[in-house]
């Protein structure tokens, strides 16, 4: 009795631990949900392929320096009057022939092509590389845009309840009022009305939040629930106006930003195409080496014997001097300058691009920043008319349309201060985004 007592107990704490450790995992930080995000987005996974297919490019290209190896088995039957292959009379009767050759090649020289597309493929490597690390960053942002959006509508549902309990005591007191003939019906209706109202205010709110948690959940590629909770950000203290103007950010975009080095890379590659393409025009000189041995049942040794026999080997050297190839390499060439010259329009337009998003981004980031400061000050100002007008309603001289509208322009005021301070922070992101500062948002 006494040890299954203990192992009672011991499976009743299993179940504690266990309870708290699967509520404690229904809790995200912001970089767990990064991290989900980046591991689950489609968009990751597709340009994670490509970066492996840049990479097995790569390779290839680096190992076709390599010589290479190759065997040859060849099987024939010849009948009616023919040349025996070991021979080399006519005859006529039946022949089986076999040849068993082993060969190798390298290329000493071809213009340096083999080197040229050896760069070519590791650059492109590189740019695929940089291609990858911008997905991951454009989610990084993008989730981080979601998880603070997420925490606006939890700071919009928490100012509803508070408005919606201030309403309340406001309707308690009305209706006493009410009840003792104190107060006319108008008043005391447009209270009520208010309290009504502040209770669909909460129920929007809620939807809200549903709503933000949703679209992040998605955004991760992870089942929506309830019961999923977000780690709440050090954001109540509003940072300071930004350091940096739009040429500060432009210059560090153009030294940070991996879709800038993509592009500078990618014109690089397509340098070193035109540069491939060129080497052949030279001469293609390799070196090689063969050995082989044949067999016939025209001669009266036996298999082992005529393999052992009649074997031949030697290096050779072959030069191959490009005179007319149908002008395909002059051809080539010309499509390796157009890839060049799409590769330069593409960073050009790229750099352009670039600097009309940051002059945007800031212009947009100001525009927030201006937007709550003004917005806190409409809060001090809306909260100093509302305890007057509470207190002139309470003494009866203003009526409860006058003081319902005080409160509701403070109400009014709350939220958009909440929204305003989220997005400003949000604004924030995206300049440290062209900037690179991504990783230290924590």
Not at 220 to 231: D, E, G, I, L
Request: charged content about 20%; hydrophobic content about 35%.
């Amino acid at each position: 009795m006494f040890f299954r007592k203990i192992a009672l107990i011991l499976l009743l704490l299993t179940l504690i631990v266990s309870a708290k450790a699967q509520q404690a995992d229904t809790v995200y930080t912001l970089q767990q949900c990064i991290d989900l995000a980046i591991k689950n987005n489609l968009d990751v996974k597709k340009s994670s392929t490509q970066l492996e297919r840049a990479k097995v490019n790569s390779r290839q290209a680096r190992e076709n320096l390599l010589p290479n190896l190759n065997g040859n088995i060849y099987e024939s039957i010849s009948n009616g009057r023919s040349q025996d292959p070991t021979t080399y009379n006519y005859v006529t009767q039946r022949i089986t022939y076999g040849q068993y050759n082993l060969s190798t090649n390298v290329t000493l020289f071809n213009g340096l092509n083999l080197i040229n597309t050896i760069k070519q493929n590791s650059l492109l490597y590189q740019a695929g590389k940089m291609d990858f690390q911008q997905i991951k960053d454009i989610t990084t942002i993008n989730i981080t845009a979601l998880y603070l959006q997420e925490l606006s509508s939890e700071d919009q549902l928490n100012q509803a309840n508070l408005q919606f309990d201030a309403s309340k005591v406001n309707v308690d007191r009305v209706t006493a009022l009410n009840n003792a003939g104190s107060i006319t019906p108008t008043d005391y209706l447009n209270i009520k009305g208010t309290h009504d109202n502040d209770a669909l205010t909460v129920v929007n709110a809620k939807n809200g939040v549903i709503t933000a948690k949703l679209n992040l959940l998605e955004a991760m590629n992870v089942p929506f629930s309830t019961t999923v909770k977000f780690a709440r950000l050090t954001a109540d203290q509003m940072p300071a106006n930004y350091d940096q103007g739009p040429d500060q950010i432009y210059s560090s975009a153009l030294s940070n930003l991996a879709v800038v080095k993509a592009a500078d890379l990618r014109v690089k590659a397509a340098e070193k195409e035109v540069s491939a393409a060129k080497g052949k025009y030279y001469p293609n000189i390799s070196l090689g080496a063969g050995i082989g041995t044949n067999f016939s049942n025209t001669n009266p040794a036996s298999f082992t014997s005529q393999f052992r026999n009649n074997y031949s080997y030697g290096p050779s050297l072959q030069v191959q001097i490009p005179i007319l190839n149908w002008f395909q390499t002059r051809n080539n060439v010309a499509k390796a300058k157009i890839d060049l010259e799409d590769a330069k329009n593409a960073s050009d337009g790229t750099q352009v691009q670039l600097k009309q998003q940051i002059a945007q981004a800031y212009s947009n980031m100001t525009t927030a920043y201006d937007r709550y400061h003004v917005l806190l000050q409409q809060v001090e100002t809306y909260k100093e008319s509302y305890r007057v007008t509470q207190a002139k309603f309470e003494n009866g001289v203003v009526t409860a349309d006058i003081f319902v509208l005080s409160k509701q322009n403070l109400d009014a005021a709350n939220i958009n201060l909440i929204s305003a301070r989220y997005d400003y922070i949000t604004r924030i992101k995206i300049l440290d985004y062209y900037q690179g500062k991504l990783s230290s948002f924590q």
